[in-house]
């Protein structure tokens, strides 16, 4: 199993950004990777019905507070539980773990506003435009080079977003700009964390992440909204709470046992899931134009995923050869 510094917490699309960690060699890392999986696509479900849930309650800040206190009583629990975990807390690079988590926070409020506008399907094909938010972050800011694949993988987001969008016709949703506005944030926050995990343990990036989003996420929220809670919303709220870790989690140990390109095509199958879900309980209509460009942006995905992979066997030997 892996240790809880390499599973406890990374961003998806970091990680995917990385390329591929090892491939699938075994059944048995087969059978992690469906389990790991399965439960990487039941936490996004499980997030997107609570949120559902919850709309004509409660306001996007006052259930993201809940996420960062459930949170953060999770991640102490596992502290006490397993004290070298809280050991490995740092205080070093706070401006870098404030700028993450500013950006985190509002891509939350983003996706959280998209659930309550759009259909399922919708917020869920946009979120796969993250890793080419951030192939083009690491190009501008990181100093990576603009290759063939990145290039194509992003004009394929392009593409696909805007078969989702479809500007200019009746179809459009300006809400769904939100979403793509989120994915964008989202994507930063994944730039920023893949600096932050050379010297943080993945934990501490989490405890910052919760610790710093809950006076945050408590401004824009009623400062006596818990006394609105009712028993009937002990589910959606323990979910929203739950699920928050329970995705960086699965995700995580899903691409520690397997390759990121058999992972990606995995989680797509969230969007057909989720579809299906909002239109036998909530009357949404399959889309075929969101399916269409969720397949394009996937396909983009794992162009470039391939493409990283060869560069980077491409380049095993070089780094290989001794100096002179």
């Keep these: 199993m892996p240790s809880s510094r390499e599973a406890a917490d990374a961003d ?23 389990f790991w999986m399965s439960g990487t696509l039941t936490a996004f479900i499980l997030a997107a019905i609570s949120v559902r849930a919850l709309s004509g309650s409660l306001n996007p800040f006052e259930m ?53 506008l759009l259909p399922f399907a919708t917020v869920f094909a946009l979120e796969f435009t993250i890793p080419a938010w951030v192939t083009l972050l690491a190009v501008l800011f990181l100093d990576e080079r603009m290759t063939a694949t990145r290039g194509i993988a ?28 989120g994915a964008l944030l989202f994507a930063i926050a994944a730039i920023i964390t893949k600096k932050l995990i050379v010297t943080e343990t993945t934990f501490s990036i989490m405890f910052w992440m919760n610790l710093m989003q809950l006076p945050m996420n408590f401004a824009g929220s009623d400062p006596t909204f818990f006394l609105r809670l ?21 995700l995580a140990n899903a691409f520690r046992y397997g390759d990121a390109t058999i992972v990606v095509p995995m989680d797509f199958l969230r969007v057909p899931l989720i579809a299906v879900i909002g239109w036998m309980f909530y009357g949404e209509r399959l889309d075929a134009f969101v399916f269409a460009g969720a397949g394009i942006i996937v396909a983009g995905v794992l162009l470039n995923i391939r493409g990283e992979a060869r560069r980077s066997l491409a380049l095993k030997p070089a780094r290989m050869q001794p100096a002179e």
């Design 12 to 34: 998806p699309a970091a990680l995917a950004a990385a390329g591929p960690p090892r491939a699938v060699e075994t059944p048995a890392r087969l059978a992690w990777l469906l």
């Design 64 to 116: 993201m507070t809940v996420r960062s206190t459930g949170g953060l009583v999770i991640l102490l629990a596992m502290g006490l539980a397993r004290p070298q975990l809280l050991r490995g807390i740092a205080f070093r690079h706070m401006r870098m773990q404030l700028a993450r988590n500013v950006a985190h926070f509002a891509s939350q409020i983003c996706w959280t506003i998209a659930i309550m």
């Design 154 to 181: 992003l004009a394929a987001c392009i593409v696909g977003v805007l078969v989702i969008l479809r500007p200019g016709f009746e179809a459009f949703k300006p809400a769904a700009l939100v979403m793509i506005v």
């Design 230 to 250: 009712e028993t009937g919303m002990i589910l959606p709220l323990a979910g929203i709470a739950v699920a928050g870790l329970a995705i960086h989690y699965c």
